[in-house]
């Protein structure tokens, strides 16, 4: 079935970059996904990548994807305080998203 | 454009009561499904939806049931609560599984 792992916690200083990584079993999208959730609301969606791409960047995000290896990252550069949320992977055409990373931005 | 919407937004219930917690979406998607979240933890799948009148089970569909009449409701309900069902209940919906996922803001629940 299907298996989505990422790690838990990341936490980092105002003003570094953040690398949330997320490894899968199997994928067969069209898109992969990542989503945003912040403190008491839903998730949304914060940027994707087709599946027939390596990179793509949208401003401060870089989203690298290593098919061969099943490994999908999301780069912020300059975190802020305010990207401080639940992060989440989503790189099946199913309903199945990954556990979620926790970044914590310092001031 | 209201997009997915939950309601109600909090809910306590006694052990044993049931009770159904609503999802409207107004984009005409086809797919729908619920998930929980317990603190600390991903989305874990209840149910889902691939269009008007067809259902399917997620990873963790005991003590729930839903139906799904219209393509715009996809309503959940619990059966009979118990304390293990105390969490946070997400619905969402997209045009196609594998297009972007659209939530509700959520429905917390506590069962005493």
């Known amino acids: 079935g299907e298996d989505v792992e990422q790690s838990p916690f990341l936490s980092v200083r105002e003003g570094d970059s953040s690398v949330i990584n997320c490894t899968y079993t199997?994928?067969?999208?069209?898109?992969l996904y990542w989503y945003k959730q912040e403190p008491g609301a839903g998730l949304q969606l914060l940027t994707y990548?087709?599946?027939?791409?390596d990179m793509k960047q949208d401003q401060r995000l870089t989203v690298l994807l290593n098919k061969k290896d099943k490994h999908l990252s999301l780069r912020i550069a300059d975190t802020q305080t305010g990207d401080s949320a639940i992060y989440f992977c989503?790189?099946?055409?199913?309903?199945?998203f990954g556990s979620g990373t926790k970044l914590n931005v310092k001031p | 454009n209201a997009g997915v919407t939950q309601t109600p937004k909090f809910q306590v219930l006694k052990t044993g009561q049931s009770m159904t917690l609503q999802c409207a979406q107004d984009?005409?998607?086809?797919?729908m499904s619920w998930y929980r979240q317990d603190p600390g933890m991903g989305l874990r799948l209840i149910h889902y939806?691939?269009?008007?009148?067809?259902?399917d089970q997620g990873e963790v569909p005991n003590g729930y049931n839903v139906s799904r009449s219209t393509t715009e409701d996809f309503p959940l309900r619990l059966l009979s609560a118990a304390p293990s069902q105390t969490s946070v209940y997400f619905c969402?919906?997209?045009?196609?599984?594998?297009?972007?996922?659209?939530f509700g803001q959520g429905t917390r629940l506590t069962v005493v």
């Open positions: 990548i087709f599946s027939n791409m």
């Open positions: 969402a919906s997209s045009r196609t599984v594998n297009t972007e996922a659209f």
């Open positions: 199997d994928s067969s999208s069209t898109y």
């Open positions: 939806s691939v269009g008007a009148g067809i259902t």
């Open positions: 989503a790189p099946f055409n199913k309903f199945y």
């Open positions: 984009m005409n998607h086809e797919y």
